[in-house]
Structure formats: C-alpha cells, structure tokens
C-alpha cells in the first residue's frame, strides 16, 4: 500500500489542479507563499504520522531565460539563498519525468519573497545556477530534510525570465491562498502601467495551470511513483 503524500501549494487555486477528487492518498494545503506555513504544516502532518512523503506543488517563476511559461519542472535538490543546496532521492523525480514527458529535471531556488524583476531574476540565475524559484518549496523540503521523508517539487513556470511580476499579483493573495481580485484592482489603481503586465502574466499562469492540471492526470502526483 503506498503511502500518504502531503502536497503543499501556495494558492488554492493551485491544488484545483488536483482535480475535484483528488488522487488517493494525499493531504492538500496552501501556504500562501510563506516558506515557514509550509514548514509548519508539514511539521503538523509528520508529527501526527499522517504522511510518508511530501510535495511541493504549484506555479514557479523561471529563472532560466530557455523556460518559457507552462514547462513542468520535477525538482529533487532545492537551492537555498545563504548558499548550498538540500538534494534529495532522485527516484522520484525521475518517475514523474518518465510519467510526463516533457518534464525538466532542474533544482529551484527556494526564498521567502519574490523575484519581482527581470533584473533580479537574472541576478540570481547568475548566482545560484537554478532554473526556477518559488517561495513555498524551501518550508516542505526541509521539513522532508528534518523526518528523512522523501520530497520531490512538481511546478510549472508561470512568469519567465523575462517577464516582470506586477506588484498587484502578489497583493491579490490573501494568508489562505485565496485571491482577492479587489486588492489586485486598488493595486492596479496605483500602478496603471501594470495592467498589461498583469494580463500576460495572466496567460501565462493558465499555461502553468494547464501543465499542471495535465501532468496530474497522467499520475504526477500517484503516490505509487514514491521511492521505495
């Protein structure tokens, strides 16, 4: 019997790529792009004995310019900012890359806020070698790390290397992972000349929503592909 997979997201609307009846065995949480949610829940699930592996699940900004929006990342090593790196078995990385072809084996860079521009985006290319970046991945691996559980990250890249994220998106979520399309607007009436950028990021996370949804259908998140 496969174990209990946690998967962990930052937005709710990230795990409705899930499906409306999520795969068997697997609990779901949004942290809302707080590394330490993340952490916290994992702590929770593990403590309670109600999982023998977890996940990292969701959107990512790419850091790689050959990224473009909608390519699937599996990541079995997390790259921290203070330098080095956490690795984990590959075994399932590589499982869901053989499940969905198309899927990019590459490390993340895990932080505690976004990359907001493409500068900064390039920046940390050039530093840390990583090809994507989000902000909940580093709370659930190293939570992995603490239990020796296995972890494995499954994101798909929403805003590219060359593609700012507007300020308002990141004001748009709340501490649940919930959007909250009012704060985004009042964010737009501050900065007007974000609204295009707001558009085409839009896209571009429907591309990554996609990739998910796609990649759950051919059992990405099967809790048969956990190293044994």
């Not at 709340?174 to 896209?203: I, W």
């Not at 759950?216 to 956990?226: H, N």
């Amino acid at each position: 019997m496969p174990g209990t997979i946690g998967i962990i997201s930052g937005l709710k609307r990230e795990l409705r790529c899930l499906g409306l009846l999520r795969p068997p065995n697997t609990l779901t949480f949004a942290a809302a792009g707080s590394p330490d949610r993340a952490y916290a829940r994992a702590q929770g699930w593990i403590a309670a004995n109600r999982i023998k592996a977890l996940m990292s699940f969701g959107l990512c900004g790419g850091l790689d310019p050959a990224l473009a929006s909608g390519t699937l990342i599996a990541a079995h090593e997390i790259v921290l900012p203070e330098g080095g790196s956490w690795r984990f078995d590959e075994r399932w990385a590589r499982a869901i890359a053989a499940r969905v072809p198309g899927t990019r084996i590459a490390p993340i860079l895990g932080v505690d806020t976004a990359a907001i521009t493409v500068e900064a985006k390039a920046a940390l290319f050039a530093q840390h070698k990583a090809d994507a970046i989000d902000m909940e991945s580093r709370g659930v691996a190293e939570a992995a790390r603490e239990a020796s559980l296995p972890f494995v990250a499954l994101r798909a890249v929403a805003d590219p290397a060359d593609r700012m994220l507007p300020p308002a998106a990141l004001q748009g979520i709340n501490a649940h992972g919930r959007l909250r399309p009012f704060r985004v607007l009042f964010g737009l009436l501050a900065r007007p000349g974000d609204f295009l950028a707001l558009v085409s990021l839009a896209k571009e996370a429907a591309r990554g929503y996609e990739a998910l949804a796609g990649a759950v259908k051919k059992g990405a998140a099967s809790p048969d592909l956990i190293p044994r």
